[in-house]
């Protein structure tokens, strides 16, 4: 599924043609973590606008779908965020493995009501430094269905822990109450277009992590010699 901001196809009437040839960047994130902790349900949230009824059960994901939206940063570049949702599920595990070397963003999801998810989270981490090999990719801790208050068995303290350990930012979110949903991504897209300026992360022709989406030209308004004023006499 390809969705942009307003939920729209590519080629819906919200957004149209014309938008996405003005990106400068191109970046491809990934959502990873173990099944069920609310992958798809984060990425639905933040692609999709609000639903008049409640939203259908996501079914689990089957290898890696696929979603996309055009983000605009404050006194940055359009950028156009490449987004994959991967299955947590063992069995598709090498499926998902062959799409890490691709990464340039990762959000590292776990469920706070779920320890075993949380204490996952290094094997998660280190599946993607051992494909790409350390700094090549962004990583966000994220403690996702933080609504959940009452059965949360993973404190923010010790997420914010591991996350400083692991050299990342945490951010807790709910796709059911819609928190934080927008932020963890620009956060995510900030740091990443941080990296690209300061040099840390580069453009490489054959790495799909970052690409750079020239714009089009833009078409010159009639000049007033092509089109004179009427003669006033
Ligand atoms: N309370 C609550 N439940 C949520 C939230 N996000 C997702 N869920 C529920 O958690 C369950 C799993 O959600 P998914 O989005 O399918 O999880 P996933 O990580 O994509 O699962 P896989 O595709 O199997 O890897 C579903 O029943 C969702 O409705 C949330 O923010 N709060």
């Known amino acids: 599924m390809d969705a942009w901001r307003g939920g729209r196809g590519r ?3 919200r957004l149209p043609a014309m ?17 069920a902790v ?40 359009r950028i156009k965020l490449q987004l994959w949702d991967t299955a947590g599920h063992e069995r598709f595990r090498c499926i998902t ?3 890490y070397r691709s990464l340039v963003g ?16 290094q094997y998660w981490h ?6 790409q090999g350390p700094d090549k990719a962004i990583f966000l801790l994220i403690g996702h269905k933080s609504d ?28 059911t109450n819609n928190c934080n949903v927008e932020l963890a991504f620009d956060v995510l897209t900030t740091a990443i277009q941080q990296a690209l300026q300061q040099g840390h992360i580069r453009l490489e022709e054959n790495w799909g992590g970052v690409r750079l989406i020239h ?19």
């Open 38 to 77: 609310g992958k798809t349900s984060l990425l639905r949230r933040y692609v999709r606008p609000p639903e008049p009824q409640a939203a259908a059960e996501p079914e689990p994901t089957v290898g890696v779908e696929f979603y996309s939206r055009v983000l605009q940063l404050p006194a940055g570049p």
């Open 11 to 13: 080629a819906g009437p």
């Open 97 to 99: 493995r062959s799409f």
């Open 215 to 233: 714009n089009a030209p833009v078409p010159r308004p009639p000049s007033r010699k092509q089109h004179p004023a009427p003669c006033q006499c």
């Open 19 to 35: 938008e996405t040839r003005d990106c400068g960047y191109q970046f491809r994130i990934a959502l990873l973590g173990d099944a």
């Open 126 to 131: 280190q599946e993607v430094l051992s494909t």
């Open 148 to 175: 959940l208050q009452s059965t949360r068995c993973v404190s923010t303290q010790e997420a914010e822990d591991l996350a400083a350990s692991l050299g990342m930012t945490f951010l807790e979110t709910s796709a």
């Open 106 to 121: 990762v959000l590292l999801v776990f469920d706070v009501t779920n320890r075993e998810s949380f204490e996952h989270i």
